[in-house]
């Protein structure tokens, strides 16, 4: 007589049932939520450094990414000039009034809470000229500010926060999140 080979059906929801409990066990430690926001903050924040850089060549507008300690913004200059002062601004050396708050083409504001810096501010300046400016000066009433006389040198780097890095090349003014 010939015996069938085969699982029985209690063999079967058995090892459905152990399946399910490591499953449940298991999974959450390779797919954590903080992962997928992590990966989706930096994401969001290299679209933003290189929407505002392409932004700022195009326009021939002056734009900042500022880097805090609560997260980041994008802010342009008001009325888009390089060379002449600012009405709002008062001294000479001041040259920028960089206090409008930056959309993109859907009118979602270029902010986010992460990353960020440890301390500090850090001001990336992308200037019309194509050049990359860092300041590290708050900006004085209403956005404004002096323009550093030398652009970032090459290789420069910021620390973010809780992880990571900018790789900064002033003279093209692009910008590499690591």
Same mark, same amino acid.
């Given at each position: 007589m010939k015996t069938k080979a085969g699982f029985t059906l209690v063999e079967l929801v058995i090892v459905i049932l152990l399946l399910g409990i490591v499953s449940t066990i298991v999974l959450p430690r390779f797919f954590?939520?903080?992962?997928f926001t992590d990966s989706f903050q930096r994401s969001e924040f290299d679209s933003a450094l290189s929407w505002v850089r392409n932004r700022t060549v195009t326009a021939q507008c002056s734009h900042e990414i500022r880097l805090t300690t609560t997260g980041w913004?994008?802010?342009?200059?008001v009325n888009c000039?390089?060379?002449?002062?600012?009405?709002a601004c008062i001294a000479e050396s001041e040259t920028l009034d960089l206090s409008v708050a930056v959309s993109d083409g859907a009118g979602t504001l270029l902010t986010g809470s992460a990353p960020s810096v440890a301390s500090g501010?850090?001001?990336?300046?992308?200037?019309a000229t194509g050049q990359l400016f860092n300041n590290t000066s !708050? !900006?004085?009433?209403?956005?404004?500010?002096a323009m !550093?006389?030398?652009?970032v040198t090459n290789g420069t780097t910021i620390t973010l926060? !809780?992880?990571?890095?900018?790789s900064l090349d002033g003279d093209t003014a692009y910008?590499?999140?690591q």
């Amino acid at each position: 007589m010939k015996t069938k080979a085969g699982f029985t059906l209690v063999e079967l929801v058995i090892v459905i049932l152990l399946l399910g409990i490591v499953s449940t066990i298991v999974l959450p430690r390779f797919f954590s939520a903080d992962a997928f926001t992590d990966s989706f903050q930096r994401s969001e924040f290299d679209s933003a450094l290189s929407w505002v850089r392409n932004r700022t060549v195009t326009a021939q507008c002056s734009h900042e990414i500022r880097l805090t300690t609560t997260g980041w913004r994008a802010l342009r200059d008001v009325n888009c000039t390089t060379t002449d002062v600012e009405s709002a601004c008062i001294a000479e050396s001041e040259t920028l009034d960089l206090s409008v708050a930056v959309s993109d083409g859907a009118g979602t504001l270029l902010t986010g809470s992460a990353p960020s810096v440890a301390s500090g501010t850090q001001r990336l300046i992308f200037t019309a000229t194509g050049q990359l400016f860092n300041n590290t000066s !708050p !900006p004085t009433t209403a956005g404004c500010t002096a323009m !550093p006389t030398v652009p970032v040198t090459n290789g420069t780097t910021i620390t973010l926060s !809780p992880t990571g890095s900018i790789s900064l090349d002033g003279d093209t003014a692009y910008v590499a999140l690591q």
